[in-house]
């Protein structure tokens, strides 16, 4: 109930931005490491350099392995205390002290109250918390007799005439037993009465759970202004900030903080930080990128250090959890000898997946992921991809390619990549059939592979949704509603590039002949039926609800909810996983589509296309990083890049169950679209569709751009669409013969 409130929250945050998109290597910030102190970390950097943090995964009792980890708290004793709750049981408890496992009983509870959070009070109480079936959230200690003595009901009470009370996602006792709890953006202060003190702003987190905060003492650490911030709880003010550590592309969302000795740890994708109290620069005791914590199927809860002196990571997957040690090794290579570089023009989760596994299983190999751009919003310039082919073609660049964006049948005509055949033949039965058909020359050899794909679907009205696949169709489409919702021209282009991808292009990916100016024509009559503008004023953002962002492959706002609200005849989607149907089924049914949700014209857009340099000189360590890339333990998971291109891992998504819903709404409109996690009728359908795709629709982000750059003046109306057409066309061989 609560995830529903929050998630609804954020989405109609991101509506309300206005259907602008219908919701539907080690960081080097920090600087140089603090040498001066005693850490383990900072004795490696000597000149053996030997002596790192290696991991292992801590067995889970099978109770916690069936059932989850609801909370865990970190004990002054340094074990850990875990709570369990089996499914119509009461919740239990389990502790590790580093050496093993103790049950330490049930847990007992208010009247119709589910444990979920656990913490060590500042007053040396342990503390437990829940919500009841009316989702009132209730705090309360166990008594030496086993019964319970709650705490601050009335804070938690749902204020008269209001549907919730306070619900928190952090809770804390400090020493003088005054109760921290923090609720959305900001934390408050209660005493013992109940009475609200010092309010202290914070970054809003979305979640039900803030592993971003830690209190000690009277020291209070959490995220604002996407940056570490300390309130002194006697004051009530602000008494210092750190910089995030580590990549700054890490979500600050998904951190964990925890305090020690005097120091402040922050535990993220990239690895375990830590700096004093009062310190400036954040030394990095453990390198994400060499164990588990770079991994992209589990989710960070809490982070600690052990009474051994080791760390410990708690992991959670839905429903399965995952408990490391990280301990530190002095005969380990301080950085691992060898390195294995991939190089890929933009980030992708199941790059990084493979890697975290990958990098376990070989822990002398430095996994070096380097990504041209990391903002996904950015276009990538041809300059980018220019230099790049020079280096290649001088016997130069990464080991392994991830080939999306980059002109992978070009490096393949050149020789620049190797041929895969021996590394994959081992589980070439295993890919999808009709996807890797495409990836065979005569000879069956394979230079080439996507390890996702993401499938186009469209649903609405049977006349928009034939419209959406023909350009011809398209121009002369006369419905009552328009085919397109309000939106830039320039990502109708990008849409419809998906869309029409057979009409419009080669199977080599160049614009066929005579394509180009039917393309122009087709958008500018569609799109400005719909209102469609090469860009908006402040006046018609607020009128359309619509404003100037630019959307890579064009699909967001061409989406199921413009269709709830009759500002279209049909919609379309371009799939990256299950989750992503939620909202079009629920538009479905709303209305009762003509076309459901179906494929469109068996397309499928290749993700994570990943090649080996044919001049490596690390084949092996690269055929065995693909290996891990194509592995069932990689394509098993859904990661929001693409679905897995294993007929066996598809059997696992099919089957996959979640307990998870979205919704979306809009201020000014009384169209509320609630989805749920398919059943499995509607999962299968899905997975049917990826399981016939055999069109690989490869849009070259350049040819887009220039495309786009070129027709506005058409669009606008100052140039005819002959002119833009030439001049476009122009640029375009230019391009061409520039790669070739």
Known sequence: MHKKRIFAAALAVACTAALTGCAGGTGSREGSADKSTDSPAAEADGASGKGRFMEEEIELPEEMGENGIEDVASLPDGSLEFVVRPEGENARRYRYDGSGWTEAGEIPAPERVNVSKLFYGGDGALYYGGFDTDYVFHLWTQEEGGGINERFSDVFAVPEGEEYGLIPDFVGILPDQRLLASDISEAALYNEDGKRGFVLPQDFLGTDSRSAAALSGTDYYTFYNQEIVRYDLLTGKQSGSFPMPGQEADDFYSWGLFTDEGFLYAAGASGLYRISQDGTVWEQLIDGSLNSMGRQDIYLKRFAKGADGDFYGIYTNYDKAHLFRYYFDETADAVPAQTLTIYALRDHATVRQAAAIFQKENPGIRVDYRIAVEDPREAVSEDVIRAL??????????????????????????????????????????????????????????????????????????????????????????????????????????????????????????????????????????GGRGQAKTSFNESEMDRLSVDNSVFLDGFARQCDYNLALGRSSAAAELLTSLDDVMLPFAAVEMLSCEVPVSGLKKTFAPSVAAGINASSGNQEAAGAFLRVLFGDEVQRESLGDGFAVRTDSLESWADMEKDISTSTSMRGTDVRLEGKWPDRQKRENIIGIVRLASVPAAVDESILQIVADGSKAYFEGTESAEQAAEAIGNKLQLMYSERE
């Not at 080991?399 to 190797?418: S, W």
């Not at 021209?489 to 292009?505: D, G, H, P, Q, V």
């Open 389 to 526: 082919n020079t280096e290649l073609l001088n016997g130069g660049g990464a080991d392994i390619l991830i080939l999306d964006g980059l002109p992978a049948e070009i490096y393949k005509k050149k020789g620049i990549l190797a041929d895969l055949s021996g590394t994959l033949s081992d589980m070439r039965a295993s890919l999808l059939p009709n996807m890797l058909s495409n990836y065979l020359d005569e000879e069956g050899k394979c230079y080439y592979l996507p390890a996702r794909v993401m499938t186009p679907v469209m649903f609405g009205s049977r006349a928009g949704c034939e419209a959406l696949t023909s350009l011809d169709k398209m121009a002369s489409y006369a419905g009552d509603t328009p085919l397109f919702a309000p939106d830039l021209y320039e990502n109708i282009l990008r849409f419809t590039a998906y869309t029409c991808y057979e009409e419009i292009f080669e199977p080599s990916g160049k614009i066929r002949d005579g394509a180009l100016l039917r393309w122009l024509l087709a958008v500018k009559s569609a």
